[in-house]
């Protein structure tokens, strides 16, 4: 017997619909390419999305079709999350930190048909049109006459003029829930980067439980600034989660430097910032020397690669900002965990809730996770085993974009998929997860395992540290041990033994490094993450103090 | 193109093993029947939940089947919420306030297979049960040692002489998220009553919208009272959101007075509580007198009938208890509205802010609302202009059960079908809605309308008066007339003319009613509501003063 309510499919559309009825001037603020602060509103959002709309209908594209976008966070980026999706086409949001031989290989991966690009990324597009015959329409995010004369890309258009020509009026149309929404194309470990395609279903139950109180705790009073990129795992969903709250958004553009964010933040009286730590970083090393503090600010979520135990104390002791840390990647739309503490850890001393607000958190309705030995055995939560962490739910990833890479999931005895994060997790009795290290950067020390992440917390509450990363390098008696390779705040004095006699009594002897290395930078990937990869490549000659081999 | 994310459906049972898996330790408390109190946590109500399911195979329930609560909020009705409906019977939950013929009426229109109820409802279940031939199972919520030895009633058995004979493992069944998880009969206004017959998928798309930040606001960290009854309108669907959640769920049973209310939200620390007005007049006045304050609460929804604005000023003067305006139906599973403040309200003042606050509130994402003229032309968001409201979304009714009175939906011009909530409203240019009036309540004068609701909201806020119900009466001028009838408090008194005087200045001169009736009390509904039917019924030989109609 089947119920008797109303039968509704969750689409993009009603988001923008919702928004544009409800929330209409909810502002929609953004500091531009161009370098100014422009205002919109929900209202001015959802009828530019229908001319978005409107637009591609003019331009022939089919449903299903790809149109990309290399751009920063801003309201003509959030115009086409909802045109393009709301309109049954799928949004293709490009990384610009990748190479452009790999943003080349994926467009012709994805077939995208348009590209609309920041005047940022002008020299990507002229470095890769000529190599992407999929792309009918090159669209630049601009006023028509902000469009150089000469750019070698043909037919280049401005976003402006094409709006412009459009009718304001667009009926969105109703179709299947499970239909393709957006993609995002993530740089695996091995091989060719590969995609995780949404549908409007599984973004319409992730903006619903990424703006629950649990998670980002977005209302309509909040103004939220998502600083973590759109080009990006979707911003951590914020836009879709924004439309379906009615809050106010503040977009940071191209401007990611300490002073633009800060003075954004407090001139638009932003409540909610969500954010990368590297970010956070230059955020309080701008604000510390001028002794500056937040007006309206009262939490962030930092999420995107573990944040050091030292910054969650700063914002909360030094600033009054409430740190909760997240855990989530490209194939889970993004968000799985979120640190919020439970009823009964209210009554705790400060000093036992920052333990816990240290971990990644609990897992969110929706999400499921569990960890498991290398038989694929399920391990205890009792915060000390750990082992790989797999997580399923209607927002996680079933297969990747044209099947890339096979069956990513691994099956239960009752059948059902999980998929294999690449993480290596501890998970406690109260559901909190703890991300000890990645499956690959893990070293492996005499079998035991030590977490190369534990080591560069350490390191980086050392006050003259900016940047550590902690790999291993091979050793004839105990298979591999760990190094510390350090880049130190400009200006800062350490030696290696100072460093080495710093981890004294913070961690087991067995797993302080064995050694210090101190380079001018650790080279980043394209989401902002430490690349161990290369920083063992260019180590491959290093040799272990007193170890011949 | 379809996205490649997970397949899960949607179903109630997810929310009992995520509470179990990731809150197992979470309170549940209970005011029991037999008076004391009983302590258990999400384990437990997961553990008999499953041995709930496990009974049910036992009885050769097959998918579908209807089982039945007569029931206090308590522990036990919350094991049924999960057991019944995760295990692919419907959840019927019946109010007890309904007439014993009634109740024997609906029972047999379900046809439910069980019925489950609290020894406070043995008289009841003992004045229908022989006219219930669908019923074969008669199941007291108590110990085997509490069943009395003669009621009557073929074969009853105790719950947990149930639960006990059954094993706590169980694999919830995976169908359809369509699938019919639960059933509430609302009493029409004409022919008898009629059921909303929920989803699993509407169900969980509520839980989520329901805990939201601007709807009640459900974290981890709360300890929620659900005083709203299990009985109706599933508790504004807090059994769920409290699952999806985690929060602790503390459970009033039958006691309903001022005293034993507050003691409870005092012992269990209860942060956040939902009910009707009547119950919180009564907690008002029995901690008022006493000097009493609130040491943990700090919101409360109220709903279930307009709220007098005194009471709200109360508990955000008196008590520092934000109080949030609920609008939802039966229909609605039931929340619809909710009445939280906008950033761009937060910097009005408290009046201009409490202008807002009366409003019955706006829609979440989910539901979308009009209000429409007597030709069913959608009326401009003013404010000022008010029609019948029409709402719809994936929560509300497409038809009643067994299609008993036919389509309700209303076709607009693109085909979509909105309900007819039976409310008259306004709403406004930020989207907040105020219901003026029921449409069978208001009051026709002179080709005006007066809306009830005002009157009494006027006559609530004097002292004097415990409770107003505003009628219209016949006049051979206006057509029709509002009088006032009125319920003194205890020990109170007031002339007819005061009270009249009392309108002066607060309303226009032709909205003062012609007339004050006093009366020693208004009959109420099953939920709570005054029975205005019931009122004009025993007023039919009044007269207006100087009428001689």
Same mark, same amino acid.
């Given at each position: 017997?089947?119920?008797?309510?109303?039968?509704?499919?969750?689409?993009?559309?009603?988001?923008?619909?919702?928004?544009?009825?409800?929330?209409?001037?909810?502002?929609?603020?953004?500091?531009?390419?161009?370098?100014?602060?422009?205002?919109?509103?929900?209202?001015?959002?959802?009828?530019?999305?229908?001319?978005?709309?409107?637009?591609?209908?003019?331009?022939?594209?089919?449903?299903?079709?790809?149109?990309?976008?290399?751009?920063?966070?801003?309201?003509?980026?959030?115009?086409?999350?909802?045109?393009?999706?709301?309109?049954?086409?799928?949004?293709?949001?490009?990384?610009?930190?990748?190479?452009?031989?790999?943003?080349?290989?994926?467009?012709?991966?994805?077939?995208?048909?348009?590209?609309?690009?920041?005047?940022?990324?002008?020299?990507?597009?002229?470095?890769?049109?000529?190599?992407?015959?999929?792309?009918?329409?090159?669209?630049?995010?601009?006023?028509?006459?902000?469009?150089?004369?000469? $750019?070698? @890309?043909? +037919?280049?258009?401005?976003?402006? /003029?094409?709006? &412009?020509?459009?009718? !304001?009026? *667009?009926?969105?149309?109703?179709?299947?829930?499970?239909?393709?929404?957006?993609?995002?194309?993530?740089?695996?470990?091995?091989?060719?980067?590969?995609?995780?395609?949404?549908?409007?279903?599984?973004?319409?139950?992730?903006?619903?439980?990424?703006?629950?109180?649990?998670?980002?705790?977005?209302?309509?009073?909040?103004?939220?600034?998502?600083?973590?990129?759109?080009?990006?795992?979707?911003?951590?969903?914020?836009?879709?989660?924004?439309?379906?709250?009615?809050?106010?958004?503040?977009?940071?553009?191209?401007?990611?430097?300490?002073?633009?964010?800060?003075?954004?933040?407090?001139?638009?009286?932003?409540?909610?910032?969500?954010?990368?730590?590297?970010?956070?970083?230059?955020?309080?090393?701008?604000?510390?020397?001028?002794?500056?503090?937040?007006?309206?600010?009262?939490? $962030?979520? @930092?999420? +995107?690669?573990?944040?050091?135990? /030292?910054?969650? &104390?700063?914002?909360? !002791?030094? *600033?009054?900002?409430?740190?909760?840390?997240?855990?989530?990647?490209?194939?889970?739309?993004?968000?799985?965990?979120?640190?919020?503490?439970?009823?009964?850890?209210?009554?705790?001393?400060?000093?036992?809730?920052?333990?816990?607000?240290?971990?990644?958190?609990?897992?969110?309705?929706?999400?499921?996770?569990?960890?498991?030995?290398?038989?694929?055995?399920?391990?205890?939560?009792?915060?000390?085993?750990?082992?790989?962490?797999?997580?399923?739910?209607?927002?996680?990833?079933?297969?990747?974009?044209?099947?890339?890479?096979?069956?990513?999931?691994?099956?239960?005895?009752?059948?059902?998929?999980?998929?294999?994060?690449?993480?290596?997790?501890?998970?406690?009795?109260?559901?909190?997860?703890?991300?000890?290290?990645?499956?690959?950067?893990?070293?492996?020390?005499?079998?035991?395992?030590?977490?190369?992440?534990?080591?560069?917390?350490? /390191?980086?509450?050392?006050?003259?540290?900016?940047?550590?990363?902690?790999?291993?390098?091979?050793?004839?008696?105990?298979?591999?041990?760990?190094?510390?390779?350090?880049?130190?705040?400009?200006?800062?004095?350490?030696?290696?033994?100072?460093?080495?006699?710093?981890?004294?009594?913070?961690?087991?002897?067995?797993?302080?490094?064995?050694?210090?290395?101190?380079?001018?930078?650790?080279?980043?990937?394209?989401?902002?993450?430490?690349?161990?990869?290369?920083?063992?490549?260019?180590?491959?000659?290093?040799?272990?103090?007193?170890?011949?081999?």
């Amino acid at each position: 017997m089947l119920g008797l309510m109303q039968n509704q499919p969750l689409l993009i559309s009603n988001l923008i619909e919702f928004a544009d009825r409800h929330h209409g001037d909810g502002e929609i603020v953004s500091r531009r390419v161009e370098g100014d602060i422009h205002r919109s509103d929900w209202n001015e959002v959802a009828k530019r999305s229908r001319q978005v709309a409107n637009a591609l209908d003019s331009l022939k594209l089919g449903h299903g079709d790809r149109v990309a976008t290399i751009a920063w966070n801003g309201y003509r980026h959030l115009e086409l999350y909802f045109g393009v999706s709301g309109s049954g086409r799928v949004l293709h949001t490009l990384n610009p930190r990748f190479h452009p031989d790999q943003i080349a290989w994926i467009i012709n991966h994805a077939q995208d048909s348009v590209l609309c690009f920041d005047m940022t990324f002008l020299p990507i597009v002229q470095a890769v049109h000529a190599k992407c015959p999929s792309v009918k329409h090159w669209v630049a995010l601009c006023d028509a006459d902000r469009l150089p004369a000469e $750019t070698g @890309i043909p +037919g280049l258009q401005s976003y402006e /003029a094409l709006l &412009a020509a459009q009718p !304001d009026r *667009y009926r969105w149309p109703e179709f299947d829930e499970n239909t393709a929404s957006s993609m995002c194309y993530t740089s695996g470990t091995t091989g060719n980067p590969k995609a995780a395609l949404y549908s409007h279903r599984s973004t319409l139950l992730h903006a619903f439980a990424a703006a629950m109180p649990d998670m980002m705790c977005i209302s309509a009073r909040d103004s939220v600034l998502p600083v973590v990129p759109m080009f990006h795992v979707n911003a951590w969903g914020i836009p879709y989660s924004a439309a379906l709250t009615g809050c106010k958004l503040v977009f940071p553009g191209p401007a990611l430097d300490g002073k633009s964010i800060y003075e954004l933040m407090e001139t638009e009286k932003v409540s909610y910032a969500a954010g990368v730590p590297t970010i956070w970083q230059m955020l309080l090393t701008h604000m510390k020397p001028a002794g500056l503090k937040f007006s309206t600010l009262k939490r $962030t979520v @930092i999420g +995107g690669s573990a944040c050091p135990p /030292a910054m969650i &104390a700063t914002f909360n !002791d030094d *600033y009054g900002v409430e740190v909760l840390h997240a855990w989530g990647m490209t194939e889970m739309s993004p968000l799985g965990t979120l640190c919020t503490l439970k009823n009964k850890h209210l009554s705790m001393s400060n000093d036992e809730q920052m333990k816990i607000r240290l971990k990644q958190g609990r897992a969110i309705f929706g999400v499921d996770m569990k960890i498991v030995d290398a038989d694929g055995h399920e391990l205890p939560w009792d915060g000390k085993a750990y082992g790989d962490l797999l997580v399923k739910g209607p927002w996680v990833l079933s297969a990747y974009y044209q099947g890339e890479g096979g069956d990513p999931l691994i099956k239960d005895e009752l059948g059902q998929g999980w998929f294999p994060t690449g993480d290596v997790a501890t998970i406690d009795a109260d559901g909190f997860m703890q991300i000890t290290d990645r499956s690959k950067d893990v070293i492996k020390s005499g079998g035991e395992w030590i977490s190369s992440i534990e080591v560069e917390n350490i /390191a980086v509450a050392h006050p003259a540290v900016a940047m550590a990363a902690c790999i291993g390098v091979a050793h004839p008696k105990w298979d591999e041990r760990p190094i510390v390779v350090v880049v130190k705040k400009p200006g800062a004095e350490m030696s290696r033994e100072e460093l080495l006699q710093f981890y004294e009594g913070k961690t087991a002897k067995w797993q302080i490094p064995d050694d210090v290395v101190f380079v001018d930078a650790i080279p980043l990937g394209a989401t902002g993450k430490m690349l161990k990869t290369k920083l063992r490549e260019s180590l491959k000659d290093y040799k272990l103090p007193g170890n011949p081999t």
